[in-house]
C-alpha cells in the first residue's frame, strides 16, 4: 500500500514538474486522452485540468487566478465519455481523467443586485427584495451537490429565505464565488451573489464593533503603513516570498 502511494505520489510529481517547467516526453510513463472544444489531446496522467489544458498548449489569461483553489476563477464544466453526466469542477483542483469533454467557463454571466447596504434596514425581507428568485428554489440539493468547497449551499439558502443573516453568513463564509452553483441552478438563483449580500449585511449589522479593527482601519487611513507598503510593493518576487515565510513563521510562534 505504502508503495502504491509513492509512485502515485512520484507519478504526480513527475508529471507537475513536466507542465511547469518544459516537457520531456521521453520521462512521462502515463498518458490520457482529453477533448478541448471537440478536438482530441494526449495529456501526460496525474495532471490537473488547468494543467493539462496548458499542457495541449492552451494559454490561460482568463479563468485562472490563485491556481490553488481560493478564487473560484477557473469554473470548469465536463462530462467524461460513456457517462451522461454533465460535471462541473474547479480546473485548478481537479485531476484530469481519460476521456473528458472540457469546457471553461471564463465567466457566470449571473445577475448582480445593485444596493447600498447604508441604506438597507436589518430586515430579513432584502434578500427577496433583491434576490426574488431565491423564493423558487425547489429543494432540489444541485447547488450543494456542485460547490466545490464543499459548502450546504441549500441550506443557506433557505436560511436567506427565512431571513436569518447569521446562518446565510456563517454557512457560506468559505464561498469563494465561483459561480458554479448558480450555473447548475434549475431555478436560476444566484445563490453566491445572495449570501454576499447576507454576509455584508450581518457584517455591517449583526456583529459588534470589534474595537482592535476600528483602531487599525484608523492607523491605515492616517497613513501609518504607508512607507511600508510602499517597501513591499518594491520587493522582487524572491524577496517577497522571504517576507511572506517570515511572517508566516512569526504567526505561528504567536
Ligand atoms: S485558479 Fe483560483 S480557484 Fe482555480
Redesign the pocket.
Known amino acids: 500500500m505504502e508503495e502504491k502511494r509513492r509512485d502515485l505520489m512520484e507519478e504526480i510529481a513527475e508529471a507537475n514538474s513536466s507542465a511547469s517547467s518544459g516537457i520531456d516526453d521521453k520521462k512521462i510513463k502515463h498518458w490520457i486522452h482529453i477533448y478541448v472544444l471537440g478536438k482530441q489531446y494526449k495529456v501526460p496522467a496525474s495532471l490537473t485540468i488547468m494543467q493539462a489544458l496548458e499542457y495541449a498548449g492552451y494559454r490561460f489569461n482568463k479563468s485562472?487566478?490563485?491556481?490553488?483553489?481560493?478564487?473560484?476563477?477557473?469554473s470548469t464544466m465536463y462530462r467524461v465519455e460513456g457517462d451522461y453526466k454533465i460535471k462541473t469542477a474547479?480546473?485548478?483542483?481537479t485531476m484530469a481523467e481519460d476521456g473528458m469533454y472540457l469546457v471553461q467557463i471564463p465567466f457566470s454571466p449571473a445577475v448582480k443586485a445593485k444596493y447600498d447596504i447604508n441604506n438597507e434596514p436589518y430586515d430579513g425581507n432584502v434578500f427577496l427584495k433583491y434576490y426574488p428568485e431565491l423564493a423558487r428554489c425547489v429543494s432540489c440539493n444541485t447547488c450543494t451537490k456542485t460547490c466545490p468547497q464543499d459548502l450546504q449551499v441549500m441550506d443557506y439558502v433557505q436560511a436567506a429565505i427565512k431571513g436569518d443573516f447569521q446562518k446565510v453568513a456563517e454557512w457560506s463564509f468559505d464561498c469563494?464565488q465561483c459561480g458554479l452553483c448558480a450555473v447548475r441552478c434549475p431555478a436560476e438563483i444566484v445563490q453566491y451573489h445572495a449570501a454576499q449580500l447576507g454576509r455584508r449585511m450581518y457584517g455591517k449589522y449583526g456583529l459588534s464593533e470589534e474595537p482592535n479593527i476600528v483602531k487599525r482601519v484608523e492607523e491605515i487611513m492616517s497613513g501609518k503603513f504607508e512607507e511600508e507598503f510602499k517597501k513591499v510593493m518594491s520587493l522582487q518576487k524572491d524577496e517577497l516570498e522571504k517576507v511572506y515565510v517570515k511572517q508566516q513563521n512569526e504567526r505561528e510562534i504567536y
Do not use: H
Not at 64 to 74: P, Y
Not at 90 to 93: D, N, P, R, S
Open positions: 485562472v487566478g490563485c491556481r490553488a483553489g481560493f478564487c473560484g476563477a477557473c474547479l480546473a485548478c483542483q469563494i
